[in-house]
């Protein structure tokens, strides 16, 4: 089966504590994304990457960080810097040589506790 | 910066009415227009994508039109039945890179 899986789909956070994220995609896509999303709120974009080894800050990206060592992979860690960080996390994926679709995971419900 | 903007932010109608959603956009320099679908608590599907040298796409009861210059998209919806409810979110790439902005969506709920 091809597609994106996150993980985990609901995770609890304490104030002060780093968390990390996983997105993993089979579709061989080049280019990953994270966005950020609030009630009422269209998506907003923390990070992106279009290669391995090279990613850029998307609009939002104070009190995160990423990371892509493999293709398949891109993985968000939330860090105590981010203030506000309770949201739903969605990660992406695209062929931008081909159809420039944008897959979408199923999603990660972040809880500061 | 593109702004999107999506209106209504809620729409109700009986099964079988066609729905028709907006979507508008403030930079009309872009690459591509998407839209989508969420149902709640999951991931965005994508539904139809259109390139900025197209005027339409079609897939199966949807069709999605754009109009660069005046900023706008439309999705058109036919005869909708209740299993067409969810938020619908229509998305630009910018002609310059590889981001795409948002609009807030539009939730649809078909009525029995």
């Known amino acids: 089966d091809g597609g994106i899986t996150q993980s985990p789909k609901y995770l609890f956070r304490k104030e002060g504590q780093n968390v ?3 997105c993993e995609q089979n579709l061989n896509h ?3 994304y994270w966005y950020r999303q ?14 391995v080894n090279d990613f850029q800050k998307g609009d939002i990206a104070e009190g995160y960080s990423v990371s892509r060592e493999k293709k398949e992979s891109f993985p968000l860690t939330v ?3 981010q203030k506000n960080p309770t949201a739903f996390y969605l990660c992406a994926s695209a062929d931008t040589f081909s159809t420039d679709t944008q897959y979408f995971g199923p999603g990660t419900r972040l809880t500061v506790l | 910066k593109q702004e999107v903007t999506q209106i209504p932010a809620a729409l109700s109608v009986p099964e079988g009415e066609n729905l028709v959603l907006n979507c508008s956009f403030t930079d009309s320099a872009i690459y591509n227009l998407q839209w989508f679908r969420q149902d ?5 599907t994508s539904l139809l994508l259109i390139q900025s040298s197209q005027r339409e796409q079609t897939s199966g009861r949807l069709n999605a039109s754009l109009d660069k210059s005046s900023g706008r998209s439309t999705l058109y919806i036919a005869a909708s039945q209740p299993g067409d409810s969810a938020t619908y979110l229509c998305a630009v790439r910018g002609s310059n890179d ?3 902005s948002f609009g807030a969506g539009t939730t649809v709920t078909v009525r029995a």
Request: charged content about 15%.
């Open chain 2, 98 to 100: 590889y981001k795409l």
């Open chain 2, 40 to 44: 709640p608590g999951k991931g965005l």
């Open chain 1, 30 to 32: 080049d280019a990953m």
């Open chain 1, 20 to 22: 990390t994220l996983s």
């Open chain 1, 79 to 81: 860090t105590s810097a």
């Open chain 1, 38 to 51: 609030d009630p009422g709120q269209g998506l907003r974009l923390i990070y992106y990457s279009q290669i």
